[in-house]
């Protein structure tokens, strides 16, 4: 006796593609807030203290969560578990971010203290990190609520594929600038210092010509 085949599930639906987007936003999103704080360092010589870099770190970890799916999004295909996967790294980067801008603020929460570098919009980069992380957390939690209707198994390959590599591209650009700006800020040494006031790598090379 034959059996009625069952048709295969559309992924075409802007619904079903829901969590293929967000981890694309999530991408350029904290490249972006990454870009900002590149910014505001070299745009007014404010050095970022060990803190403010961790959040930097907590910030890539988020975004390469993201990107974890958008790559396999750009393969066509997506299974659930790496839907897990990615989104678990995102959370527990935005949950340490959280934590680590959090500690930052409690360290200037005192009346009087004028935090650490200049406000931007009437608050300090460690302020605008916590609420960032707490809302990218809300934001995750309330998506993977309906993961069964938002999360794809098939990708179509157009624009999804070239949007996810710009976003890859972007990401990967980034974090090298950061990479490069740290090594910058220590020069050779294991730790940047609590209140850095110069780049010490030119520093080093000054000193050793």
């Known amino acids: 006796m034959a ?7 559309r ?8 969590q293929y987007w967000l981890s694309v936003i ?36 988020a975004a390469l969560g993201a990107a974890f799916i958008v790559r396999k999004g750009m393969t066509g295909a997506i299974p659930a578990r790496d839907y897990a996967m990615g989104w678990g790294l995102a959370i527990v980067g935005c949950v340490a ?3 680590t801008s959090w500690r930052q603020t409690m360290l200037h929460i005192l009346p009087g203290d004028p935090g650490y570098g200049a ?13 960032l ?18 999360a794809a198994r098939t990708i179509p390959a157009t ?12 990401l990967g650009v980034v974090l ?24 010490q790598l030119f520093y080093d090379l000054h000193i050793l010509s």
């Not at 059996?3 to 599930?9: I, M, Q």
């Not at 972006?32 to 050095?47: P, T």
């Open 159 to 170: 624009p999804h594929r070239l949007i996810g590599l710009i976003a890859l591209w972007f």
């Open 119 to 131: 406000p931007v919009l009437g608050l300090h980069l460690y302020v605008w990190a916590l609420i």
């Open 26 to 61: 999530f991408v350029v999103g904290w490249t972006g807030v990454i870009c900002g704080g590149l910014g505001v360092q070299f745009g007014s010589w404010d050095y970022p203290c060990p803190l403010c870099m961790v959040q930097r770190m907590f910030m890539a970890l």
């Open 11 to 18: 992924t075409e639906t802007v619904a079903g593609q829901l």
């Open 176 to 199: 090298a600038i950061n990479l490069v700006a740290v090594f910058a800020l220590e020069g050779f040494h294991w730790f940047l210092p609590d209140d850095p006031s110069r780049y």
């Open 97 to 99: 971010g959280g934590f």
């Open 3 to 9: 059996t009625e085949a069952v048709p295969a599930r």
């Open 133 to 150: 992380f707490v809302a990218a957390i809300a934001t995750v939690g309330a998506l993977l609520s309906f993961s069964h209707g938002t």
